[in-house]
DNA sequence: CGGCAAGTTGAGCCAGGTCAACTCCGGTGG
DNA sequence: CCACCGGAGTTGACCTGGCTCAACTTGCCG
C-alpha cells in the first residue's frame, strides 16, 4: 500500500508540523496544489524576481530566512519583513507604494503555490484557512511591531527588541539561560533595525558590558538577563546601568 | 414589503460601498451578524480598553481614524497604525509583544463584530472571505511599506511618504491638482511618523518653500509637484532643491 | 473679544551616521 | 603547517539631523 503523498511534501516543514498549513490539507489537496507548485532551493542573495512574484504572489517558507527588502533611490537599502519556517508570503496585490523584492539571507527552501489552487483549497477548507488566516494575523502583528520599534526607539533598544523577537520565533532553552538564534548577518540584522552595522556591533557589546547578554558565538547568544533585555526594548533606559550604580 | 435589513446597517458605510465586507453578506448574514455586534461612536481620545478587545476583537471601522498605539515605560508614545473607513481590524491573538490600545483620533464610528459569526460567516461566504482577505493584506502591507518609512527615512521624506500615503488613501482630484486631506492632527501625525511635532512643522514649510505643496488649511494640503513628492519619499533627497538652484 | 489649546519658530546639544583604519576568522595553496 | 587573502565585523574620531526646551503666534469656541 503506496501512500499518495508527493514525495517533495513528506520532508517539508509545512507539512510535517501539524500547525502549519499543508499539514491541515486532505491528501487529495496537497496533491492538487503540489501539483501546481514549484518549491526550490535559494542562496544567499537570491532573489524571486517581480515577473516570477506576478506570476507566482504566493510563497511557502520551509526553512531558511527570506527578507522583503526596499531599495531607495540613493541607495539606502532596508528590509522590511523577515520571514521565516512556516510562513505564508501572500504578495497578492502589493504594488502599491514600494517597490519590494523578496531575497534570500542564506540557504532556504521555498514552495511557490498556485494562487488558484491556494485560493480554492482555502475557501472549502476551512481549517486550512484558520491556519493560513492566523499566519498572516502573525506576520502583520510583527510588522505593527516592528514598526514602532523603528519610529520611536533608539538603536539599543531596537536591538533589544530584535533580540527578543528572535527568542520568540525560534527558541530553546538550556537549564535557566534562554538562547536566542540570531539567524541573519550583522548587515542584515542592520538593515532591519535601520540602523548602521557599526551601531549593531557597537550596541551588542554595551548590552554585553551589562552583562544581559552573553555571545556562544557570532549568531548564538545566551540571554542571561531577560527582564532587563524586556525592560531596555520598552524604553526603560537605565534599566541596566541601574547594576552598575549598585556595585559601584 | 418591508426589508429586513437592520436600520444601523442601511446607512453604515460598510454595507452602503459595494467592495466593503457587509456589502458582500446575505441578508440574513448581515442580520445574524448584527443582532451578535455591537456598533458604537467614539470622540477623540475615547480607547477601546484591553478587556473588551479581548472580549471583542474584531472592529469594523465605518467613519473616521482610529490609531493603534503603543507607549513605552518612560512615556514615549508612538501610534504604530491608522485604521479608517472600511479597515477590519482583527486582533485576535495580538498580544505577543507589544500592549497596544485602540485609541479614536475624532468622532468616528465603528462595529464591535461578534468573533463566532464573523468566523462562521467568513467560512461559509467566500465572497465575503476574500474582501477581508485583501483588506487584511492592504493593512499589512501599509505596515510594512510604514516600517519602511520609519526605518531608514529623515524626517522630510517620511512626511513626504505620509502625505502620499493620505493621498492614495482618501483622495480627490480638483483641476489638475491633487488634495490630499490629512485626517489627523500634527501631534498625531508626528507620532505616527516617529518625529517630534515641531520637526513636522519645519518639514512642512520646507515643502511649501520649494514649491511642492500648498496649504488650504490646517488638514487639507494641495499637492502642486506630485513627482518632486514622489522623488523626495524615495530618497532622492535633492529633488525638490534642483529647482532651486535652476532658477537662482 | 478673551482664553486656551494647537501649532510654529529659534537656539543649543547629543545619538547615531560617516569614513577610515583595524582585527578577526575561515578558506586555500605552497 | 603557516602565509596569505578577502570579507565580515569592530573600533575610533568627527559631524549633522533632529530632539529638547522655551517663547511665541495662530486658530477655534464660548
Redesign the pocket.
Known sequence: MTTPIPNICKSCTLHCDPNRFCARLTTEELIKLNGKSHSASMKRGDALSDETLMQWPIVAVSAGVLSLQHLMADGRKSIAALYMQGDIIDLRGISNRNRCSLISLGASKVCRLSPEVFEQVVSTNSDAQTSVWKNLREQTFRAIDHSVDMSKK???EKLASFIIECNHRAFSTKEDTIIAKIPV???DLAEYI?????????C??DLQNRGIIEFEN?SVVTIQDVVTLRKIANGDWNAGIQKVKVTG
Open positions: 533608539q538603536a539599543l548577518r550583522r548587515v535601520g540602523v548602521q552595522p557599526e551601531t549593531v556591533s557597537r551588542f557589546k557570532l
